[in-house]
């Protein structure tokens, strides 16, 4: 059975302010009956406020109009973020005054008000959960989908598997793939090799582990499988293995799946904003040009739907390499365009298996437009000359 993923357009027929992307929020909200389901409820918004440069998270005109749905439907909402990047979160403009409700630390100032959940998983075994998020009685998700550099693109499954965690938990989820080896000291004795190794990579993905002498580290966010590398490491001593970068995908589907079994059914709903994607996370504390066309707003009860309809329909997108950072660099042309900026290996679809696999949700969807753009035909022009 199809689940109803309701989509609002970037593009609009008139040049009308009733027509605009904040304005077909309001009618993705109605659809999901928002005001409806949150009288008396603690409500928390959970997004990216970004740090630092950062200007292409969801920008405060859009948040409002969510903040005020709640309010109108007899909520009470809050939006909650990781602690350092609500330090400062109104200088980007999420203000209580801009936006209409708090901005608090999902585990409070010290990132340490947190619940303990177990769930093994290759290093991992306990997971903290942000205690605001776990105290919410309602959980309102929005994302703004952009590049991701360790699973390729980061939209609603990412902002609850990080943002919702404490810092430990977020680190443990990075660590894991390092988990299963991929580098094999004894096959590579020799400094001056391991040398020539580190120098292979141009973006510095490979670097001596600072704890283990004689032992290489892959940071598996900058690397993007070009296998340089791999042509100077002796056969069998480096390996730039799938398991590696698909375990973080499968700890953001396990840690998405911990946080949403924090609400009861029916108390959480999705947002994913595809404008301004660019090729890196929000955590960066910049913003480079955009390398997709705006697409629109999406919004679901099931994030599994909405994730699923929001890489379909980025898909097939032109990656606009003339935008990105020359310091990056696109080696095969496969796959979503997401995956061929950041490498095969980091398919943004795989997260979505493993959530499945844990029963976040469906991936049949039906795409339903709030607002279609509608088609104006015209007589062609004629030509009339010059007197």
């Given at each position: 059975m199809s689940v109803p993923v309701y989509f609002g357009s970037a593009r609009q027929t008139r040049l009308q302010a009733s027509e605009t992307l904040p304005a077909k929020l309001d009618l993705i909200l109605e659809r999901l009956h928002v005001r409806d389901r949150v009288k008396d409820e603690t409500v928390v918004i959970k997004m990216h406020t970004g740090n630092n440069l950062n200007y292409s998270t969801v920008p405060p005109v859009f948040v409002r109009k969510v903040v005020q749905a709640v309010k109108d439907g007899g909520g009470k909402p809050f939006v909650a973020d990781v602690t350092w990047d609500v330090e400062g979160a109104e200088l980007r403009g999420y203000s209580p005054q801009a936006i209409g409700c708090p901005v608090y630390p999902a585990a409070g100032p010290l990132d340490k008000h947190s619940y303990v959940h177990e769930r093994p998983f290759k290093n991992m075994r306990e997971w903290k959960v942000a205690g605001l998020i776990e105290e919410a009685g309602f959980l309102i998700n929005f994302a703004h989908v952009k590049g991701h550099p360790s699973c390729g693109v980061g939209g609603a499954i990412k902002n609850l598997a990080l943002g919702c965690m404490v810092g430990q938990t977020r680190?443990?989820?990075?660590?894991?793939?390092?988990?299963?080896?991929?580098?094999?000291?004894?096959?590579c004795p020799e400094a001056a090799v391991r040398a020539q190794i580190i120098d292979a990579c141009p973006h510095a993905a490979l670097t001596e582990d600072k704890e283990h002498p004689g032992e290489l580290h892959l940071h598996i966010e900058e690397c993007n499988q070009c296998g340089r590398c791999l042509r100077v490491a002796p056969p069998g001593s480096l390996r730039i293995d799938a398991v590696n970068f698909h375990a973080f995908q499968e700890a953001c589907a396990i840690s998405a799946d911990i946080t949403l079994s924090t609400f009861?059914?029916?108390?959480?709903?999705?947002?994913?904003l595809a404008t301004n994607m660019t090729p890196m996370c929000d955590c960066f504390g910049f913003t480079t040009l955009a390398i997709l066309p705006d697409l629109g707003l999406l919004g679901s009860d099931d994030i599994l739907a909405l994730e699923q309809a929001t890489l379909d329909l980025t898909a097939g997108m032109r990656l606009m390499e003339e935008n990105l950072p020359t310091s990056l660099e696109v080696h095969h042309r496969s796959g979503h365009p997401f995956q061929q900026l950041h490498g095969p290996l980091k398919d943004p679809y795989r997260v979505l298996d493993y959530a499945q696999a844990l029963g976040l949700g469906s991936r049949s969807y039906e795409i339903v437009d709030v607002m279609p753009v509608e088609p104006i035909a015209r007589d062609p022009a004629g030509y009339i000359p010059a007197r």
């Open positions: 680190g443990a989820i990075h660590d894991t793939c390092h988990f299963d080896r991929y580098w094999f000291g004894e096959l009861a059914p029916g108390k959480s709903v999705h947002l994913n």
